[in-house]
Every structure is written in structure tokens, then in C-alpha cells.
């Protein structure tokens, strides 16, 4: 092999892209006679609760990003024909529409090289749902050629009632690429509950924040 001198490069994250983080909360005030009836450990389910909420908010804010077409650095909608990531005629879910997402998706381009990247899940919503898992059946074997699903076992659906109409997406695996990030502080990735001895009132404040952001 030709010997050559390395050359240094720059490492950087690829987008320029900014998010910032928002803060949810709620204060909730429980008084000492709900603390001491609490047979049934309703406090403590409720605490569950609170963590259950916030990776539901975390999903809304995605899909969000997701399905309003917000505007990236370059000024261009997320999804648009300049970025070959946008079918030309809306289509149901079949070998057709899904060979040409792949080969879109693999054509996609960082500077002058390909990123090579393939679907590994199918976003979709309730309406889909039926017509997915039918497609996908894995206990279907295809007696005829024609009737072979090409894409059968490359993608995992993911069902939310986030999507309501009849749309679908389908997204590279996120140890592949990053795509819509999720961000928190440093050390704070779930919920933060908080607690303060009443003063005015015999129990306790509670309080509950969350700190996130989409990007």
C-alpha cells in the first residue's frame, strides 16, 4: 500500500440544529389525613402515574416534530421533494411503496457520500393497524411468487394514536442515525419529585417537574 501523511479533520455533530429545554411541572398539596388513610398505597401509584405522564409527553412532543413539517436550518421543511424523503403520490403500504422508501432512504446524502441507510420500523397509526399486521403476519407463506412480501420481516410497526389519519413513516434504526432527539439536564431523565413539609396545612406539597426538549 502507498504510504501518505494523515490528515486532521474536525469532529462535529453533523446538524445545525438548536433546541431548547422546557419545563412542565404541577404542585400538588396533600393533606396529613390522605397520608395516614392511605391503605391502599394510592400516593404511591400515583407517583407512578407521574412518570407514566411524562414519557407521554416526551412521545407527543416527537411526534409534533413528527407530523408538523417544521422548518430545519436550511430553511426546508423536514419532510420535502429536495430532500428525496417525501412520496410523490400518497400510497397504501405494499412491496411497491415500501421498495421505494428504501431505495430513497439509501440515497439519502451527508455532503458528497451516501449514507446507505435502510428502514427498521414502520410508524403508522390506529386506521394503518389492521392493514400492517396483515401484511406483516409472519405466519403467512406466500404460495405463488407474486404474492411474496419482500419486506415481511425487515420492519418492526410501531402503532400510535398520535398519527390519526392515513399516514405512515418509515425510520432508520436510531443506533444508525440520529433523527428527532430527545434531550434532558444532565442527570435528569425522568421526572423530578420534590417535597415540602406543610406549614399552612397539616401534609405536604409535592411537586413534580419535568425539563425536556425536542430538537
Excluded at 18 to 24: A, E, M, N, R, T
Excluded at 26 to 50: H, P
Excluded at 105 to 121: H, L
Aim: aromatic fraction near 10%.
Amino acid at each position: 500500500f502507498p504510504s501518505h501523511d494523515s490528515k486532521y479533520g474536525n469532529f462535529e455533530d453533523g446538524t445545525k440544529e438548536k433546541y431548547s429545554l422546557v419545563k412542565y411541572g404541577k404542585m400538588v398539596q396533600i393533606n396529613e389525613e390522605t397520608i395516614l388513610n392511605d391503605d391502599l398505597r394510592a400516593l404511591d401509584r400515583a407517583f407512578y402515574l407521574f412518570g407514566t405522564r411524562a414519557a407521554l409527553l416526551e412521545e407527543k412532543l416527537v411526534y409534533q416534530v413528527l407530523l408538523g413539517y417544521p422548518k430545519m436550518a436550511d430553511g426546508l421543511p423536514i419532510f420535502c421533494k429536495e430532500r428525496n424523503n417525501l412520496a410523490a403520490v400518497a400510497g397504501s403500504v405494499n412491496d411497491d411503496t415500501l421498495s421505494d422508501v428504501r431505495e430513497s432512504m439509501r440515497f439519502q446524502e451527508v455532503g458528497k457520500d451516501y449514507f446507505n441507510i435502510t428502514p427498521k420500523f414502520l410508524v403508522a397509526g390506529p386506521k394503518q393497524e389492521r392493514h400492517i399486521h396483515r401484511y406483516m403476519n409472519a405466519n403467512f407463506t406466500a404460495i405463488r411468487e407474486r404474492d411474496v412480501k419482500m419486506h415481511q420481516h425487515m420492519l418492526s410497526p410501531i402503532i400510535t394514536p398520535m398519527i390519526d389519519d392515513w399516514s405512515w413513516f418509515c425510520v432508520a434504526s436510531p443506533a444508525l442515525l440520529e433523527t428527532i432527539r430527545v434531550v434532558h439536564l444532565e442527570g435528569m431523565r425522568g421526572p423530578e419529585i420534590t417535597y415540602r413539609q406543610g406549614f399552612e396545612i397539616d401534609g405536604m406539597t409535592t411537586k413534580i417537574r419535568h425539563v425536556v426538549g425536542i430538537s
